[in-house]
């Protein structure tokens, strides 16, 4: 029997959702209910995970630039999605590739400079959290964007979204490309170093191909011009960070941390 009355607010209902405080129709709970829930739940085939994933990959510029226009009903929310494929390739890193292994590998060289403590344990942090790290760092990228676009069209929380969908065509990139490309070489340990290091030369390109197709008006001179602006802010920063990070293990652990033992 159809029940038109709202069972949380009680307010008369004809629609899929009430018109007061948004419940869902009432409905019998059976087996298409927990399949749809569940489809809803993890997936959400029809529109969200999947369909945010396919649009991304055919063309992320785009696919933020529409998100931020007010066409969302269809995609998965942005920042969860970034976490979530931040999450699953960091168990790749972890758990299928063992990042772990392969830096101590690399870095048990006879070479005493290459197997300081500080460069493993930093090298191995670096590798098996990368994706997190970047994470970390959307915010500072969305303040550089925001910068170096000067556009009034985007606030910096629209920014953030923006760079959200970014790094998530990233984190695509690795896990569908170069992740399959590292399991295959994983006996290799110098060869995955050494991919990786092309697997960042990607990101300008990418970043290119994206910031094109959110400002679409601007000429391609002046995107790349805003482009190596970002990455050159970026630069510092990052070498910030790493002084920050030296001076702390030298206040916890004295200058021996970074003396050669003999």
């Known amino acids: 029997m159809e029940n038109n ?25 059976d ?9 809803y739940t993890f997936l959400h085939v029809n529109k969200g995970f999947l369909y945010t994933i396919k649009s991304i990959i055919k063309n992320p510029g785009k696919t933020a630039k529409d998100f931020l226009d007010g066409h969302r009903v269809n995609h998965y929310k942005p920042i969860l999605l970034a976490f979530l494929l931040a999450g699953i390739s960091s ?12 830096m101590m590998s690399s870095y048990s060289s006879p070479n005493p400079e ?16 990368n994706s997190f790290l970047m994470m970390l760092f959307i915010p500072i990228v969305a303040l550089f964007t925001k910068l170096v676009f000067n556009s009034k069209k985007h606030n910096y929380y629209e920014h953030v979204i923006m760079n ?3 790094q998530s065509a990233y984190l695509l990139l690795m896990i569908f490309v170069f992740y399959p490309i590292f399991y295959f070489l994983k006996d290799d340990p110098g060869a995955i170093i050494s991919l990786s290091f ?12 994206f910031y094109k197709n959110v400002y679409n008006e601007m ?9 190596l602006a970002i990455v050159g802010l970026g630069i510092v920063v990052f070498f910030v960070l790493i002084l920050i990070i030296v001076v702390f293990m030298i206040a916890i652990n004295g200058p021996q941390a970074f003396i050669q033992q003999r």
């Open 5 to 29: 009355v709202c069972c949380n607010c009680a307010n008369t209902n004809v629609e899929n959702y009430c018109a007061v405080c948004g419940q869902k129709k009432y409905r019998r709970i």
């Open 31 to 39: 087996s298409k209910y927990l399949v749809e829930e569940l489809q």
């Open 91 to 102: 168990f790749i890193s972890l758990k299928i590739l063992d990042f772990e292994k392969i």
């Open 114 to 129: 290459a197997s300081k403590q500080f460069m493993r344990d930093y090298s191995t942090f670096v590798s098996n959290y």
């Open 164 to 166: 959200t969908f970014g």
């Open 198 to 209: 092309v697997s960042y030369l990607f990101v300008p390109l990418l970043m290119f191909w």
């Open 219 to 227: 000429s391609t001179g002046s995107i790349i011009v805003r482009i």
